[in-house]
Nanobody
Framework: QVQLVESGGGLVQAGGSLRLSCAAS????????MGWYRQAPGKQRELVAVISSGGSTNYAESVKGRFTISRDNAKNTVYLQMNSLKPDDTAVYYCNLRATLAYWGQGTQVTVSS
């Protein structure tokens, strides 16, 4: 069983930065595709960024150039560095692990004030 625990969310002013972390249990982390998703009130959950087991990355157009996803396989942890935050980035951010099955974390709230 895989468990994902996110941390690092909070309240920040527009233009500020936050770094989210997601720690995974289990032994499949290094072989898995890791992703960050977000869901704003009244909206569908959307992909923010994804990183393959080999380190290839992909980003939503809305965060390109501002967010960076990275992973540390030795620590079973994936990160999302978020810079130049905007009020539109306000959402609950979820960590996702994809292997044979998909797993989700409980989410962490990010609130960006204008």
């Amino acid at each position: 069983q895989v468990q994902l625990v996110e941390s690092g969310g909070g309240l920040v002013q527009a233009g500020g930065s936050l770094r989210l972390s997601c720690a995974a249990s289990g032994s499949i982390f290094s072989l898995s595709i890791m992703g960050w998703y977000r869901q704003a009130p009244g909206k569908q959950r959307e992909l923010v960024a994804v990183i393959s087991s080999g380190g290839s990355t992909n980003y939503a157009e809305s965060v390109k150039g501002r967010f960076t996803i990275s992973r540390d396989n030795a620590k079973n942890t994936v990160y999302l560095q978020m810079n130049s935050l905007k009020p539109d980035d306000t959402a609950v951010y979820y960590c996702n692990l994809r292997a044979t099955l998909a797993y989700w974390g409980q989410g962490t709230q990010v609130t960006v004030s204008s």
